[in-house]
């Protein structure tokens, strides 16, 4: 344990006290002398260093049993597809196809192929998000229009002929 100082092994560890409710999740989560039951395994493709105090390794313990961990990963899970959802009703509103939506959710948030499957994301989004986002977008794209082209009309840029012709079709 070596309290917030990278090593090799270690070269960035993660901090969550930005985010007060999971570092207190995680504190929550936290045992002192867990001893694994013959019946549980770890098997977990990565490993994470996380970052916390002396006080709170002496407060809360240093080992999550295999049980808080798993629960611990769930809630992690639930925030990052929560944040997927937002991100993708946003994107699909202003017209970006789902491939598209992908590609920048990667870069966003440096999620990898390995981290998340495009099939597995694309299957999400089926199942989650709303179908037709598009059309709401295409109607505030014709109210904009409209308010520009009666501004438009009102400074004397466009006439009113002009005006009534756009609200017509």
């Not at 999740?25 to 098997?43: D, G």
């Not at 491939?99 to 990667?106: E, M």
Request: glycine fraction near 4%; include cysteine; charge should be positive.
């Amino acid at each position: 344990m070596n309290f917030n100082k990278p090593d090799e092994q270690w070269p960035e560890i993660v901090n969550l006290k930005p985010d007060k409710v999971l570092l207190q999740s995680f504190y929550n989560h936290l045992k002192r002398n867990y001893t694994p039951s013959v019946h549980t395994s770890r098997n977990y493709p990565v490993t994470v260093p996380i970052e916390y105090t002396r006080t709170a390794f002496n407060r809360y313990g240093w080992e999550l049993s295999d049980r808080d961990l798993l629960e611990f990963n769930n809630e992690l899970e639930a925030r990052v597809k929560g944040i997927f959802h937002s991100y993708v009703v946003s994107m699909r509103v202003i017209g970006l196809s789902v491939p598209d939506i992908i590609t920048r959710f990667r870069r966003m948030t440096g999620i990898t192929e390995d981290d998340w499957q495009d099939d597995a994301m694309r299957k999400f989004i089926q199942r989650h998000v709303p179908k037709g986002l598009n059309q709401p977008f295409e109607q505030i794209t014709k109210n904009l229009e409209k308010n520009l082209c009666a501004r438009l009309s009102d400074v004397g840029h466009l006439t009113k002929q002009g005006f009534y012709n756009y609200i017509e079709r």
